[in-house]
């Protein structure tokens, strides 16, 4: 009897195989030939097994077929690196039985410091979620809108999506084929995983401390607009939604007290205003004393009047601000019967409102009351001349006659009725502020 064509098969498989484990490197022609080799050792196997002839197919040829299998089983990993396999497969459109075609991935070896990325990754996404979380309340605090309903929901989506690459099956599928052209990307999870992460961590971090004091700084923006147009209620909501999203933005909280003043809230604006003073913010000072003024203490607003006067930032105010100041505190001054120096702070704010445009009634109009009572008082010391850019002492007839002419815009017209009776009327007239003075 003679040699049956499976035990030359295996045979010749069984040389082919120990070429193959002697090559260093592997040859293309060596792997395709041990490959087909093995193809045709199960052609014959199928074959025989088909066939209804009785074939008796000795026991050492099927052990040599299972250690020559198990010696390519070894060599699968490498095998899996072979760069034309794939178009080989193409070609030879093995059966997914044929094992041999299909080497399992290589498995990617584990990152030594893999403990290290995980537990940092896990601490970003913890880092992340807080962050989240803060700019989603901050939004979802404010009205309705399309702005807020985003900048509560992107936040969030992102931590969500970049927790779940990072942390779940199905995120890391999702990563492994947005990175699968970066070959050997694949084999450092933890560290993409880490960098996802941190990526993230440093995006919300960058808005949290950026982005939202841009944001509410629009808001503010957008009160302040609506506030000159007489749109209060437009106002006060856009002042709210910056303190929404910056909860120690001090000119936010100086404007909603403007608002609760303009609301007759004095309470809560006194609050908003202490507020905001609490940061340094000098106009707030200034609110808070005139409404002292309004509810006659003005004890309490020289006090904030002279700690604003003495700031060293108040050279770098606005005119406006100054001449408010000295202002207030002339009314203070003579409030409290101090008329000499009622009438230095009220020179000085003269000084600085010729410079504003327009020119401002109601320091000459305070003047012209400081210059009554000391001429109705027969014990006041005289006036000393001014100097250093102080304008002289006018009578009390020229400061009223110089408030009637300032006098000229609808917001005056309190200032305007009492320039008018004071010129009409020699006798003095009792201290007063109109109801809308700055």
């Given at each position: 009897m003679g040699t049956h064509p499976l035990e030359t098969?295996?045979?010749?498989?069984?040389?082919?195989?120990?070429?193959?484990?002697?090559?260093?490197?592997?040859?293309?022609?060596?792997?395709?030939?041990t490959l087909r080799s093995r193809d045709r050792t199960q052609y014959l196997i199928d074959q025989l097994a088909d066939s209804s002839h009785d074939v008796v197919i000795a026991?050492?040829?099927?052990?040599?077929?299972?250690?020559?299998?198990?010696?390519?089983?070894?060599?699968?990993?490498?095998?899996?690196?072979?760069?034309?396999?794939?178009?080989?497969?193409?070609?030879?459109?093995?059966?997914?039985?044929?094992?041999?075609?299909?080497?399992?991935?290589?498995?990617?070896?584990?990152?030594?410091?893999?403990?290290?990325?995980?537990?940092?990754?896990?601490?970003?996404?913890?880092?992340?979620?807080?962050?989240?979380?803060?700019v989603a309340s901050r939004f979802t605090a404010s009205a309705p809108g399309i702005w807020s309903s985003l900048g509560a929901i992107v936040p969030v989506v992102l931590t969500l999506f970049a927790s779940g690459g990072a942390l779940t099956q199905v995120g890391q599928q999702a990563l492994e084929t947005l990175v699968l052209s970066f070959g050997p990307a694949r084999q450092n999870w933890?560290?993409?995983?880490?960098?996802?992460?941190?990526?993230?961590?440093?995006?919300?971090?960058?808005?949290?401390?950026?982005?939202?004091?841009r944001i509410a700084a629009i808001y503010n923006q957008q009160g302040q607009d609506h506030y000159k147009t007489g749109d209060w209620a437009s106002a006060q909501t856009n002042f709210q939604q910056a303190l929404n999203l910056m909860p120690d933005y001090p000119e936010a909280q100086f404007r909603m007290g403007v608002m609760y003043e303009e609301f007759q809230?004095?309470?809560?604006?006194?609050?908003?205003?202490?507020?905001?003073?609490?940061?340094?913010?000098?106009?707030?000072?200034?609110?808070?004393?005139?409404?002292?003024?309004?509810?006659?203490?003005?004890?309490?607003?020289?006090?904030?009047?002279?700690?604003?006067?003495?700031?060293?930032?108040?050279?770098?105010?606005?005119?406006?601000?100054?001449?408010?100041?000295?202002?207030?505190?002339?009314?203070?001054?003579?409030?409290?019967?101090?008329?000499?120096?009622?009438?230095?702070?009220?020179?000085?704010?003269i000084t600085i409102g010729a410079s504003l445009d327009p020119p401002r009634p109601d320091a000459y109009c305070l003047l012209a009351q400081v210059i009554e009572a000391q001429e109705a008082d027969p014990n006041a010391m005289p006036s000393p001349s001014p100097s250093g850019g102080v304008p002289p002492l006018p009578t009390a007839t020229e400061a009223w006659?110089?408030?009637?002419?300032?006098?000229?815009?609808?917001?005056?017209?309190?200032?305007?009725?009492?320039?008018?009776?004071a010129l009409t009327q020699p006798a003095p007239i009792p201290p007063s502020e109109p109801p809308n003075a700055n």
């Open positions: 098969a295996i045979a010749d498989y069984r040389h082919w195989m120990t070429q193959l484990a002697a090559e260093q490197p592997w040859s293309e022609e060596t792997v395709l030939a026991p050492q040829i099927w052990l040599e077929l299972a250690n020559t299998d198990a010696d390519l089983g070894r060599q699968s990993e490498r095998l899996g690196t072979v760069p034309p396999l794939a178009d080989w497969r193409k070609s030879v459109h093995p059966p997914d039985h044929h094992w041999w075609w299909f080497p399992p991935d290589p498995e990617s070896p584990k990152e030594a410091l893999g403990w290290l990325w995980g537990g940092l990754t896990i601490a970003l996404l913890t880092i992340s979620f807080a962050l989240a979380q803060d933890a560290k993409l995983k880490f960098f996802l992460a941190l990526a993230l961590a440093t995006g919300l971090f960058l808005f949290h401390s950026l982005g939202l004091p809230q004095f309470d809560s604006a006194r609050s908003e205003y202490l507020r905001a003073m609490r940061a340094g913010y000098l106009p707030a000072y200034n609110n808070l004393a005139r409404l002292y003024l309004r509810q006659d203490n003005p004890n309490e607003a020289v006090t904030l009047l002279r700690m604003a006067l003495s700031s060293p930032t108040l050279s770098d105010q606005e005119p406006e601000l100054q001449y408010a100041l000295y202002k207030n505190l002339g009314q203070a001054r003579l409030d409290q019967g101090r008329l000499p120096e009622a009438e230095t702070a009220l020179l000085e704010a006659t110089q408030c009637l002419q300032l006098a000229n815009r609808p917001e005056y017209d309190a200032w305007e009725g009492m320039a008018r009776q």
